[in-house]
């Protein structure tokens, strides 16, 4: 079993940042490979959306309103996903949540996990 822990996330004021951070761990050494890791999030009465994402090698995707802003990192060692969030904007103000795409070390099957979210809350 594979879990993500996310943490970073709290209460700031416009303008300012906020650095959040999600560690994936499996069970019984589970994992053989994380892939493609991500964040998304979801503010009240919207969808889900793509924040950010980083491949193994480092690529990096943003969505048009973080760009410029938000900055994806990973350690793959320690098997972690970074969101740096600058000049924060109250239409920042979410729950993130990271997702790793995951290569199971015995079945050698891929299979996409979710942490259990953080919220972000930017003032005006």
């Known amino acids: 079993q594979v879990q993500l822990v996310e943490s970073g996330g709290g209460l700031v004021q416009a303008g300012g940042s906020l650095r959040l951070s999600c560690a994936a761990s499996?069970?019984?050494?589970?994992?053989?490979?994380?892939?493609?890791m991500g964040w998304h999030r979801q503010a009240p009465g919207k969808q889900r959306e793509l924040v950010a994402f980083?491949?193994?090698?480092?690529?990096?995707n943003y969505s048009d309103s973080v760009k410029g802003r938000f900055t994806i990192s990973r350690d793959n060692a320690k098997n972690t996903v970074y969101l740096q969030m600058n000049s924060l904007k109250p239409e920042d103000t979410a729950v993130y949540y990271c997702?790793?795409?995951?290569?199971?070390?015995?079945?050698?099957?891929?299979?996409?996990?979710w942490g259990q979210g953080t919220q972000v809350t930017v003032s005006s």
């Open positions: 499996g069970s019984s050494g589970s994992i053989f490979s994380i892939n493609a």
């Open positions: 997702n790793a795409d995951v290569t199971n070390l015995f079945s050698r099957a891929n299979r996409n996990h």
């Open positions: 980083i491949t193994r090698d480092g690529s990096t």
